[in-house]
């Protein structure tokens, strides 16, 4: 190991747990287009949002002036239990690899959940105790989000209620138990619980289920609560991306101690909440001509929101309560192939991102899930930790950029963010072992027909 | 939170690993009783040992002089991916128990293979590289042992043959699928690969297989191998507890930093590896007359080889390829009900662990299974990690003390050893969630006639 001075994992003392969150539109001299209200297309209301969201989220949402919010300090103390997050030097891939090039991850997996999921969730679950709320309604596909909010509700005394596909609920019955022994009540969806789960399964009995349809049951308990329950979304929101800018402040603090400036920043890239939140404070840092850094958002090609997506305005969730926001999408009709990266799998992009992809102040690639897993897998056998398909997109991405350095002898720093751990995502790992991993790039006539009700 | 000078979670610096292990039996006064060579019924010598065990392994099995032991470098390279791991202050816990008492817990399952198991198998496939070997083999039941050793020989380049009782390999996919994807072979033991299996499935067709048969399964193929594989076992071994001394080592060096001394030091006990290493030096200074503490394995109903067991010269494998070891066991031959910390249901315990109960510098109390798992819940609810059921026994202790604690106004500091999560374990924590978890303790009489055979 050449570079003796940098630890394997480089952590951050408790006091240095950031007090504020980033709030990176602040910085940004052309704003990302307002959000609209669905009911007037006009630009939402702090009154409007706040009878979607608890008041103080919504105030979040809105927020395009504060650089820095205060992260409450019931807050701060729960994230002392499972953060400051490690920042690792992958010392041992850099040598497999034989590159010259640094690189560093930042793991957010280290907690129950699993991944990054629970910075937010924490918050959202904080703000709606405070406001006096039962408890949460929302739904989970692959299961972290749902495993990250039913954590936080468990430890703030909140009622949590899921609704996850049911094709999910019957093939991962372990993500479940988990959200059930945090005491969340998982229903597998569509239920008889609601009106629309009803009318679905009448008109398609013995039907899976859909995220679409998860939503809509979860919107609607929490529509016919008199207010008790608030409905939460864990990805996607500004405020989702404001909570989860401790990943980014973190990192850029363990990498200042050293001396250490990255020259490529790598995330994964779904709704965008892990991407924005290790973005943030260097993505402030160049939009204010300080540093300059290369991003690079990395999706899957069977859902490249951003890569052959259009900008405009669309539906956040296809619930359609949450205001329309100006993004990156394929269309909220649009159902990406089964992939294995469940929290990859959606249509659009947070239009903060957006908005810098489209000034070009980030990069976006997409990648085949089965390069993905070959990735993860190289990773797991020589970094010891087992990542999350999601996660390592950006693994993959990183390995190429090593791999290129090694060709130029550039001695580049990679930054990364590994978002999550694989544990419950072992049947992808198995079809991929077993070689029965295949692959989908939607063709031109897909895209065009997803993104033709936008234009 | 009262006391504000200690954080959360107390993390060593890298530099801070420990660079020796230390060595308990050294500070014995009156040493366990000398492991018996199963062909001549003597003390058996190093040579003998050595064709069971890597040379140096076998060095370690039988030193009880040399106090420190040098941990090689290659080894510190590989700990410093996941360790120090960190000491935790129970802070929710306290604040929810309302008890006067402080808890700390160390924690072990901050890595892939999710358990303390991982510190000795990188050890045990460090030398077995280094002595030339081609691979080794080895069985598992629940697959935290498996998994761990696979992750080792991934990083040695070993090749690792895991023998899987049949009925967990099929009730466990996913434990077998992460061992697959470090590049373990995986067979579910009866298999026909062996002997020892083709005799078994032809008496007993269809059969789910036993951790006996496995493990003989695991014997042959090495004893077949001319000298190029080696038998391997994860706990019980004298050498595995010297590796887990790092357990209890950097927990010391944590707590000293914060002049923190435990009264009391808690500990699950299946073979005895997690406690042995936890309680190494403290246990050191007690026996050196320097400080005193109480010491607590924590055992299963089902299965309590130090509560009801004999204390006796007795096989320590089904495989009878290991020496002989004088420990409290219930026989060689007792199969413990199938209860939900397979990691716990070993009818044995360490040799060294067993003479120091035998003194009694060591207490042993049992616990049912359903109010570990009722522990595991709320520690999961209020401290965010989701434990082991392996390790829930400790926690249930803790708490207990804790309980007390409040009860008769004692300011007591504990702690215990938190050795792995409970990602793996879904399926028991989804019966203990129904309620259709059920208890069982071993009548007089199966003891009796377990141990009858031994005395």
């Known amino acids: 190991m050449s570079d003796t001075k940098i630890p394997y994992k480089i952590y951050l003392s408790e006091d240095e747990i950031p007090k504020k969150w980033y709030n990176l539109r602040a910085d940004m001299k052309k704003k990302p287009a307002p959000l609209l209200d669905t009911k007037t297309m006009q630009p939402i209301t ?3 949002l706040s009878e979607v969201f608890c008041r103080e989220l919504a105030e979040q949402e809105l927020n395009e002036t504060d ?3 205060d992260i409450p300090d019931e807050l701060i103390d729960f994230y002392k239990m499972y953060r400051p997050a490690p920042l690792i030097r992958a010392y041992c891939l850099e040598k497999q690899l034989g590159t010259p090039a640094k690189i560093y991850y930042k793991f957010e997996g280290n907690n129950t959940s699993g991944s990054h999921k629970l910075n937010s969730s924490i918050a959202q679950a904080y703000y709606a105790k405070k406001q006096g709320l039962e408890g949460v309604t929302t739904e989970t596909g692959a299961g972290q989000w749902g495993t990250a909010l039913s954590m936080a509700c468990s430890y703030f005394g909140l009622d949590c209620k899921v609704f996850m ?13 988990v959200m059930r022994t945090y005491g969340a009540s998982v229903t597998p969806s569509p239920s008889e ?3 629309v789960g009803r009318q679905i399964l009448a008109e398609h009995p013995g039907t899976g289920g859909s995220l ?10 929490a529509m016919n609560s008199d207010g008790r329950y608030r409905y939460v979304l864990g990805s996607v929101l500004n405020q989702v991306l404001l909570h989860q800018s401790i990943i980014g402040l973190e990192a850029k603090t363990a990498l200042d101690k050293y001396g250490v400036k990255p020259d490529i920043i790598i995330g994964c890239a779904g709704g965008g909440s892990n991407l ?6 260097f993505m402030g840092e160049k939009l204010r001509g300080e540093a300059d850094y290369r991003f690079i958002a990395v999706e899957p090609a069977s859902c490249p929101s951003l890569t052959r997506g259009v900008y405009a305005y669309d539906y956040c969730d296809t619930g359609r309560i949450c205001p329309m926001a100006k993004m990156y999408t394929l269309g909220s009709g649009f159902i990406p192939s089964a992939s294995h990266a469940g929290g990859l799998r959606y249509h659009g992009m947070n239009s903060v991102l957006s908005e810098l992809y489209d000034q070009g102040l980030m990069e976006a690639v997409s990648v085949e899930q089965t390069s993905v897993f070959a990735a993860a897998r190289e990773f797991a056998r020589i970094e010891g930790i087992l990542p999350a398909p999601e996660s390592s997109h950006a693994i993959r991405v990183a390995i190429d950029e090593a791999i290129r350095c090694r060709e130029t002898g550039e001695e580049k720093t990679i930054l990364f963010g590994l978002t999550g751990t ?3 995502d072992m049947v992808s790992y198995e079809k991929f072992n077993n070689g029965v991993m295949t692959d989908y790039i939607p063709t031109d006539d897909e895209i065009e027909a997803a993104v033709s009700k936008l234009k």
Not at 165 to 177: A, D, G, L, N
């Open 67 to 69: 650089a820095y919010i």
């Open 212 to 221: 679409g349809c998860a939503i809509s049951e979860a919107v609607e308990v």
């Open 276 to 281: 924005g939140g290790l973005i943030a404070p």
């Open 46 to 48: 702090l009154e409007a």
């Open 165 to 177: 596909v049911k094709v999910s609920y019957e093939q991962k019955p372990h993500r479940r138990e």
């Open 193 to 195: 619980t609601t009106e």
């Open 422 to 424: 694989g544990y419950f």
